[in-house]
């Protein structure tokens, strides 16, 4: 199975501040047809994954333009331009190229 | 609007069996890749089955030949049968949409149900 390894594990933030998660994985993620798979999640405490971007760089529909996701091949990143009270919970990022689908082990993002 | 509300969750004991339910409104269950995801307590994400097109499945190694992924057509709900349960089952279930298209890959989810296999 493809290992996606995230880091930080833990991100304290300043609200307004920026902040950014990499996400590295074991294997090219970059599908035969070009497209590469990769998603971003955000799980607030006690609710269900939300899923922020899609194909890399998508946003999903509703999600701010704070939050912007880049990268390519086996390197990826998610940006958050200004952290606000709302953005705390875990972030996970997920490869949809290779089966069976599989997570970053997540990022918890806190408050300072 | 989408919406997935799930059902079935519990408090099972090992060796034992457990159905869980996933109902959608919005979209045809039929007509889109539906998947399991589940969440043990205090841990990430992993994988655990997909059906897609005409009943194709997909399961994770660690629960092929024990869980069975199924859905009905005439009330559009998915369903995860789970048998041999084992104390390392024990998570929060998720269903969700897992394409056919990067659009709707994993772009709505149901709230989780909770799966407790315990003696």
């Known amino acids: 199975d493809v290992v996606l390894t995230q880091s930080p594990l833990s991100l304290p933030v300043t609200l307004g501040q920026p902040a950014s998660i990499s996400c590295r994985s074991n294997?090219?993620?970059?599908?035969?047809?070009?497209?590469?798979?990769l998603n971003w999640f955000h799980q607030r405490p006690g609710q269900s994954p939300r899923r922020l971007i899609y194909?890399?760089?998508k946003r999903g529909s509703g999600v701010p333009d704070r939050f912007s996701g880049s990268g390519s091949g086996s390197d990826f990143k998610l940006q958050i331009s200004r952290v606000e009270a709302e953005d705390v919970g875990i972030y996970f990022c997920?490869?949809?190229?290779?089966?069976?689908?599989?997570f970053g082990q997540g990022t918890t993002v806190e408050i300072k | 609007e989408v919406n997935l509300v799930q059902s079935g969750g519990g408090l099972i004991q090992p060796g034992g069996s457990l159905r869980l339910s996933c109902a959608v409104s919005?979209?045809?269950?039929?007509?889109?890749?539906m998947s399991w995801v589940r969440q043990a307590p205090g841990k990430g994400l992993e994988f655990v089955s997909v059906?897609?097109?005409?009943?194709?499945?997909y399961y994770s190694t660690s629960v092929r030949g024990r869980f069975t992924i199924s859905r009905d057509i005439s009330n559009n709900t998915l369903y995860l049968q789970m048998n041999s349960l084992r104390p390392d089952d024990t998570a929060i279930y998720y269903c969700?949409?897992?394409?056919?298209?990067?659009?709707?890959?994993?772009?709505?989810w149901g709230q989780g149900a909770l799966v407790t296999v315990s003696a």
């Open positions: 969700a949409r897992a394409g056919p298209t990067v659009s709707t890959h994993f772009d709505c």
């Open positions: 919005g979209f045809i269950v039929s007509d889109n890749y």
């Open positions: 059906i897609y097109g005409g009943d194709n499945t």
């Open positions: 294997q090219s993620l970059v599908y035969n047809g070009g497209h590469t798979y």
């Open positions: 194909q890399v760089s």
């Open positions: 997920m490869q949809g190229t290779h089966w069976p689908n599989t």
